[in-house]
Nanobody
Framework: QVQLLESGGGLVQAGGSLRLSCAAS????????MGWFRQAPGKKREFVAD????????YYADSVKGRFTISGDNAKNTVYLQMNSLKPEDTAVYYC??????????????????WGQGTQVTVSS
């Protein structure tokens, strides 16, 4: 069994910063990529960012590009999301996810095999 545990969420004022962390535990596994998604109340879960370990590539949703940075440690299956210049519309539950297989894209939730329970991020105006 693999568990992903997010941390670092909280309440922050608009313009502030937060850093989310996600660590894997349980059975040893190798991930091909890891990503962050978010879900706001009444909305569908949406892609935020991903990192593909072998290529070293990162991808971002247009809404966070230039403000968020994904990074991590492949050997530890740990991923971070540095969020700067936060806006009220960034308010959501943030989920990390891990993919064990090659996919053409990791911007869809179906590409991932494991998910964390989520951490709440609230940005006040």
């Amino acid at each position: 069994q693999v568990q992903l545990l997010e941390s670092g969420g909280g309440l922050v004022q608009a313009g502030g910063s937060l850093r989310l962390s996600c660590a894997a535990s349980g059975r040893t596994f190798s991930s091909y990529a890891m990503g962050w998604f978010r879900q706001a109340p009444g909305k569908k879960r949406e892609f935020v960012a991903d990192i593909i370990w072998r290529r070293g590539n990162t991808y971002y949703a247009d809404s966070v590009k230039g403000r968020f940075t994904i990074s991590g440690d492949n050997a530890k299956n740990t991923v971070y999301l540095q969020m700067n210049s936060l806006k009220p519309e960034d308010t959501a539950v943030y989920y990390c996810a891990a993919a064990q297989q090659y996919r053409l894209t990791y911007r869809g939730s179906s590409a991932y095999d494991y998910w964390g329970q989520g951490t709440q991020v609230t940005v006040s105006s």
